[in-house]
């Protein structure tokens, strides 16, 4: 157990549908990144938070969001779902973010798109 | 842009012999190389990692090494067991972020 959870485990919904991740980092821990895991793309960077303030962004969709909360909990919002967005979505989190800093992934969600 | 590349996608050992899996990487300017195995259905778990101020590091049966002019690092795992069989991810950190650019991965299959 890494100390990162994640929330729901598991979520079907359907084409234009919006659904909502959540992640509670490791305690101590100020960043928190989310990747996106599907079966012909592996693990994508999707973005990073650090204390509540965004620090890094991949090739995250416009169709979704998120945000860090005073607590320090994430949230991945996914909107207008397609079935391409079917995948695992996995949170990490390390303590501030640095460059070289170890990142504990949590059980990650799996989403199913119908 | 960044890019990690990995090689083989899919190896297959016997019980006792060793593997051996390398990455390359696009962006001189990352520090960081962690390697995770990841079993199926489960979370990515760091087994070793690397920072580019040393040249190579050892944990019991795994090792890795980096070669920072080439751009290329490597894991090494000696007397498989069968506990092994896995995907191993390896990841390089561009400086400046905290991000991970992930490479395909590597399914391992150790062999009784």
């Known amino acids: 157990d890494s100390g990162v959870t994640q929330t729901p485990k598991h979520l079907i919904t359907a084409t234009g549908q919006r659904v909502t991740l959540r992640c509670s980092p490791r305690?101590?821990?100020?960043?928190v990144y989310w990747y996106q895991q599907s079966l012909d793309q592996g693990l994508q960077f999707l973005i990073q938070?650090?204390?509540?303030?965004?620090?890094a962004k991949g090739n995250i969709l416009e169709r979704f969001s998120a945000q860090q909360f005073p607590d320090l909990h994430s949230e991945l919002n996914l909107s207008s779902l397609e079935l391409g967005d079917s995948a695992l979505y996995f949170c990490?989190?390390?303590?501030?973010?640095?460059?070289?800093?170890?990142?504990?992934f949590g059980p990650g969600t799996r989403l199913l798109v119908l | 842009g960044e890019n990690v590349e990995q090689h083989p996608s899919t190896l297959s050992v016997q019980e006792g012999d060793s593997a051996v899996i390398k990455c390359t990487y696009s962006?001189?300017?990352?520090?960081?190389f962690p390697w995770y195995k990841q079993e199926l259905g489960k979370r990515p778990q760091l087994i070793i990692d690397?920072?580019?101020?040393?040249g190579e590091k050892k944990d019991q049966r795994i090792a890795v090494t980096l070669n920072k002019t080439a751009k290329h690092f490597s894991l090494h795992i000696t007397e498989t067991q069968p506990e092994d069989s896995a995907v191993y991810f390896c990841?390089?950190?561009?400086?400046?972020?905290?991000?991970?650019?992930f490479g395909q991965g590597t399914t391992l299959q150790v062999k009784p």
């Open positions: 990490a989190s390390s303590v501030t973010g640095g460059e070289t800093e170890t990142q504990y």
């Open positions: 305690s101590g821990d100020l960043s």
């Open positions: 938070y650090y204390n509540g303030e965004e620090r």
């Open positions: 962006d001189s300017a990352s520090n960081y």
């Open positions: 690397i920072r580019s101020n040393v």
């Open positions: 990841a390089a950190g561009p400086s400046n972020t905290g991000k991970l650019i």
